[in-house]
């Protein structure tokens, strides 16, 4: 191996493999980039063989290291080069962005499995209403999505805006653009603030490049395979 090797789930739906591999972006790091597409038969084997959780994102070094969580990576790469655009060179906007990252690494489940993300889905209105509404009355995900609202309101006055630090796309917002997916995906109107931070992160080069990735992964798979998943 000469290359480290970034191993990725499928680009639509595996939201922590669009953390891992924005924060080698970040970082600065050029990988070779290997995609195991979650949810076949052969996906748990193949994920136990390439990380110890049998999870991606994966990151593999050319002297065996292997990092298997997207934060572990993060941290990595900014040790590795604490100038890269990992976290802001600012103390204070660092530590504010440490605390974000951290808290949606370790939280919000409930928003994630309530709204699983899917880069390619669009929510349909059954019978007339958004169907949307059941999703949001699962359990957490309307308390889930107002602290994930507080924070942006917090991070924007804060900050400035338009990402959560400010000016410069940092790792809080790798974790926390995937997460904004989740409210495009099911149509979810949220206050006009959230809206226009939800579309920032939506728009970011990098999450415009994911989402190219996901698009052309599911003309290659089949839009209807995709669709369904998860
Ligand atoms: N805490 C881990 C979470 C990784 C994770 O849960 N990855 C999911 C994909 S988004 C996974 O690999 N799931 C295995 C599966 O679907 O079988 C991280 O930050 O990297």
């Known amino acids: 191996m000469t290359k480290p090797v970034l191993y990725l789930g499928s680009a639509w739906s595996s939201s922590w493999s669009v953390v891992g591999w924005m924060a080698c ?6 990988v070779e980039e290997r995609t195991i597409f979650l949810s076949r038969p052969d996906s748990p084997a193949k ?13 593999h070094l050319p002297d065996g290291t292997v990092l298997w969580d997207s934060l572990a990576i993060a941290e990595w790469l900014w040790e590795r080069d604490p100038a890269c655009a990992i976290w802001p060179r600012d103390p204070a906007k660092r530590a ?7 808290e949606l690494h370790g939280h919000f489940d409930e928003v994630r499995n309530g709204l699983p993300m ?7 209105v059954k019978d007339g209403l958004p169907s949307h509404v059941k999703l949001m009355n ?11 609202e507080a924070i942006w309101r917090d991070a924007l006055a804060r900050h400035g805006g338009p990402y959560l630090t400010g000016e410069a796309f940092c790792f809080a917002d790798a974790v926390m653009a995937p997460m904004c997916s989740r409210y495009v995906t099911y149509g979810v109107e949220l206050a006009p603030e959230s809206m226009a931070f939800i579309a920032a992160q939506m728009e970011s080069p990098l999450m415009r490049a994911w989402r190219a990735r996901a698009e ?9 395979v995709v669709l369904q998943y998860p």
Do not use: F
Not at 25 to 30: K, M, N, Q, S
Not at 138 to 148: A, D, K
């Open 96 to 102: 504010h962005a440490r605390c974000m990252a951290a």
């Open 47 to 59: 994920l136990r063989a390439i990380s110890p959780s049998g999870r991606v994102p994966a990151l």
């Open 118 to 124: 899917n880069l390619i889905k669009r929510w349909p």
């Open 25 to 30: 972006r970040l970082g600065g790091l050029a």
């Open 138 to 148: 699962r359990p957490g995900v309307r308390t889930g999505t107002e602290r994930l």
């Open 216 to 224: 052309r992964q599911a003309d290659e798979i089949g839009r209807e």
